[in-house]
């Protein structure tokens, strides 16, 4: 469904804006870029100098951010690898510094977007397209408000007529293209009105933070934003006070050692203020997901992906609303992870190692007459699989003891196994296959060792034989497999046996047997408890209140 306020940037006109940039006395790979309503990002593939229907940009801009309403065009801008730091310009209260924004915004409020940007922006300039008759007809309060700052700003306004006739969505309305530089400095006392919590604020946030061990949300954010507030008014202060302290006190570092450029102190402000804030958003992203409810339950491959992602997203401002939204995004593609998960595991079950122990062929699978298909199988109750020991001879062998003792590798190798049973438990307390071999191995125990899922034998060569437990998660973690490989039916487990077609019953009956078909009808692959951290998110949850 289209959205009705979306009007991508027709080139003539992205061209014309671009041409307005003044990048005198800068370099614009360096400059912080803000996008308020980037839409599908056809003005930042403008600015990041890309081919861009027969022109190029005015520079390298690198350092670009984005804001985007719609969802579904935010993953489109994820998608480019573009940097989305939230969701409403209109609602945005981050602390970051720009040097320029540029934007087409919605044309029914881009009176409330630009005086947005007028607010926000410190130093640099700001690039508007805005429908004309929101300059020319100052009807309302806030179309006099913004018509009153452009005159004491000295904007630059051009009109331009069908401007969009060329456009994605065509529509005949004129526009007017404005330009403003904002010239403000540190030293005329920039951010008047700055204010510190009230000192029992930060007592009561003290004493509530060093008793709680689990932090909510709300909290979290709290101390955030506290944090950010010390952070931004101990460098606005050195810098509103560096002509009488400068020579006396460095930021962080002694003041003889204190090398930028002394006359022009608000861009040495607002880049230290940036960095500062990209540390402290790392820090807390991380805080909110390293959370033991989300983070015991990922595979080491998961791990790489929320690494990953969480790069991508600390430039986002760390807010309720936009913790809220990662969060469900993690509900929403939960079952897909935890399907991943499953798939990598059984092919290293089955396919990876099916090989030969002792001169005796020892298979991991059984094979069975699969839906659609003669090369079902499945895993059976008793796997042999290698373990990776690293740089050692042995994962289960000191080179230089000889004795048993399991390295690092071997026991996140072994850690992930866990994990994916533990998908089929409930999310129980298990005791894992690495906590029950090290303790075994104090004891000089390397057969029949008991975890919560297996019985456990290792091998100085490498392998390890794994027995499994309860053969109703076995079942289970099959037949999430075999469904995911598409050697069941979909809709396996959901039918009495009585209304399963011939071919469904043949399957069946291979697969575990009339018995156990009927004893399993309606039951769920995976227990969909979910860890506290995603429980009634769209509700608030307990995470959030």
């Not at 983070?295 to 080491?300: C, F, I, L, P, Y």
């Not at 998660?473 to 598409?486: H, T």
Request: proline fraction near 3%; aromatic fraction near 10%; hydrophobic fraction near 35%.
């Amino acid at each position: 469904m289209i959205n009705a306020t979306f009007y991508p940037t027709p080139p003539s006109l992205a061209k014309k804006m671009i041409d307005k940039i003044d990048l005198k006395g800068k370099n614009a790979y360096d400059l912080a870029v803000l996008e308020p309503s980037a839409g599908a990002g056809g003005l930042i593939a403008a600015l990041n100098n890309d081919r861009y229907d027969g022109f190029r940009g005015n520079g390298t801009f690198r350092n670009i951010f984005a804001i985007e309403k719609d969802p579904d065009l935010r993953a489109m801008l994820r998608g480019q690898h573009i940097n989305v730091i939230d969701s409403d310009f209109l609602a945005y209260s981050g602390p970051d510094k720009f040097d320029l924004i540029i934007a087409n915004p919605p044309f029914n409020e881009g009176d409330k977007h630009l005086l947005k940007a007028i607010d926000i922006l410190y130093r640099g300039q700001i690039i508007f397209l805005l429908n004309a008759e929101t300059v020319r007809n100052p009807h309302t309060n806030t179309r006099k408000d913004l018509k009153r700052k452009l005159n004491e700003m000295d904007a630059e306004i051009e009109f331009i007529k069908d401007g969009f006739m060329d456009a994605e969505r065509k529509t005949s309305v004129e526009v007017a293209l404005i330009s403003i530089k904002v010239d403000r400095k540190i030293e005329e006392d920039l951010f008047a009105g700055v204010e510190d919590a009230t000192p029992g604020d930060k007592e009561e946030i003290k004493e509530k933070y060093e008793v709680s061990n689990g932090k909510k949300v709300q909290e979290l954010v709290a101390e955030y934003n506290q944090v950010v507030r010390t952070g931004t008014d101990v460098i606005v202060g050195y810098y509103k006070g560096y002509q009488k302290v400068g020579k006396y006190i460095g930021l962080n570092e002694e003041a003889d050692k204190c090398h930028f450029d002394k006359s022009d102190l608000t861009t040495e402000m607002q880049s230290k203020l940036n960095n500062l804030l990209a540390a402290i958003r790392k820090d807390f992203w991380r805080r909110c997901f390293e959370l033991p409810e989300v983070h015991k339950r990922m595979t080491r491959e998961r791990e790489e992906e929320f690494e990953e992602t969480l790069r991508a997203r600390t430039c986002m401002d760390f807010t309720e609303n936009n913790i809220r939204q990662l969060v469900l995004n993690i509900i929403n593609g939960y079952e897909s992870s935890l399907m991943g998960a499953v798939l990598k595991l059984f092919d290293k079950f089955s396919r990876k190692h099916s090989y030969y122990s002792d001169n005796k062929e020892e298979k991991n699978i059984h094979y069975f007459n699969g839906w659609k298909t003669n090369d079902a199988f499945k895993v059976g109750k008793k796997v042999i699989i290698p373990v990776s020991g690293s740089y050692r001879n042995s994962p289960f062998v000191n080179d230089y003891s000889g004795k048993w003792d399991m390295c690092s590798s071997a026991s996140s190798e072994l850690q992930d196994i866990d994990i994916v049973m533990n998908y089929f438990d409930g999310m129980s307390e298990y005791q894992s296959i690495p906590e029950a071999i090290n303790v075994a191995f104090t004891m000089g125990q390397s057969r029949k060792i008991l975890s919560t899922y297996f019985e456990i034998t290792v091998y100085k060569k490498g392998t390890i034989h794994l027995v499994f437990n309860d053969e109703g998660i076995l079942r289970r973690f099959n037949l999430a497999a075999c469904k995911g490989k598409g050697w069941l039916p979909y809709d396996y487990g959901a039918k009495p046996y009585g209304k399963l077609s011939i071919e469904e019953r043949n399957v069946a009956e291979s697969f575990e047997g009339k018995k156990s078909y009927n004893e399993h009808i309606g039951q769920p692959m995976f227990d969909h408890k979910e860890p506290g951290l995603l429980l009634d998110v769209q509700k608030g949850g307990d995470l959030f209140n």
